[in-house]
């Protein structure tokens, strides 16, 4: 009941200041299970992307939204927690997996899922790489995934800005990427690195964002080591890197020299299925891949 009451009392008040605009929201099923996977610039995601939605989003949401203190802690706990999202420890181990069950648990009753596998929001407008757990959902719920890029929130009201800014936002939505061939491998930590990595391709290509090969938490403790470094003077731009083929960066598992996916995203074409990886889990800036 309070995520109607909210989006009642909410979409006019976002309709008239910020006039988002929509493509692409045929994609989304009028009924049936899908996760929705979006790119995540700005606290004001949370708002927008249900706001075109007709049917209920369930989020899965960081569990910090559900402890901070003070004021803004505790608006963030009644918006989250009336709204029936479902909090998320981005630790690891049970406490994440715990929650990705209980989003598998929603997807079987035929609702829809929504969650940023960046894990954070972008520190600095660019698209991160993202967390496996949205492609072990998919396999093991065995429904799509719909991308969907959010045009301007970042503008709007950047990480750290409390007063948002006027200004139009809006948001592309994908045609529904269908995982079901690769049903049981759902612990192939390889094929879900790649499916993700998939998931992670349409968002940059619906949000013209460039794409980091870095977790967004990594690169926000890297900048903000190289800001105290040098005293606040900016040198943490470019402490991220990038995996760039043709002058454009795509996610890793696509860029894969010597493969036809890798060619084939390089020359703008999405590729057809995950790359085939070795034996052993990958490891990027000294981290394995992370489910949430």
């Known amino acids: 009941m309070f995520y109607w009451v909210l989006k009642v009392v909410l979409a006019p008040v976002l309709r008239v200041f910020w006039r ?10 009028a009924q049936g299970p899908a996760i929705l996977a979006g790119n995540h610039l700005s606290f004001l995601d949370h708002f927008f992307l249900p706001l075109v939605i007709p049917r209920r989003v369930t989020f899965l949401a960081k569990s910090d939204y559900f402890t901070e203190a003070g004021v803004k802690g505790w608006f963030k706990r009644v918006f989250f927690s009336g ?5 998320i420890d981005r630790s690891g181990g049970k406490a994440s997996e715990g929650a990705l069950r209980s989003g598998v648990r929603v997807l079987r009753q035929g609702r829809l899922i929504g969650i940023y596998p960046e894990g954070t929001r972008s520190p600095d407008g660019r698209l991160y790489r993202g967390k496996i757990g949205v492609a072990r959902m998919a396999l093991e719920a065995g429904v799509p995934v719909i991308p969907i890029a959010m ?73 903000a080591a190289a800001r105290g470094a040098a005293g606040g003077s900016g040198a943490a731009d470019g402490a991220a890197g990038t995996s760039v083929r043709g002058g454009r960066p795509v996610p890793a598992a696509v860029a894969v020299a010597g493969t036809a996916e890798g060619s084939a995203a390089a020359g703008g074409e999405r590729p057809s299925r995950p790359v085939v990886a070795p034996t052993q889990p990958r490891v990027t800036d000294g981290h394995a891949d992370r489910a949430v």
């Open 20 to 29: 988002p605009w929509v493509e692409g929201a045929e994609n989304i099923p």
């Open 83 to 87: 709204a029936g999202q479902i909090p």
């Open 151 to 223: 045009i301007g929130t970042f503008e709007v009201q950047p990480p750290g800005q409390l007063v948002p800014k006027i200004r139009r936002i809006g948001m592309r939505v994908g045609q529904p990427l269908d995982f079901s061939r690769y049903a049981d491998m759902a612990d192939d930590r390889f094929v879900l690195r790649s499916i993700t990595d998939q998931i992670m391709y349409e968002l940059m290509a619906l949000s013209g964002q460039e794409y980091v090969d870095m977790y967004a938490k990594r690169a926000k403790e890297e900048m």
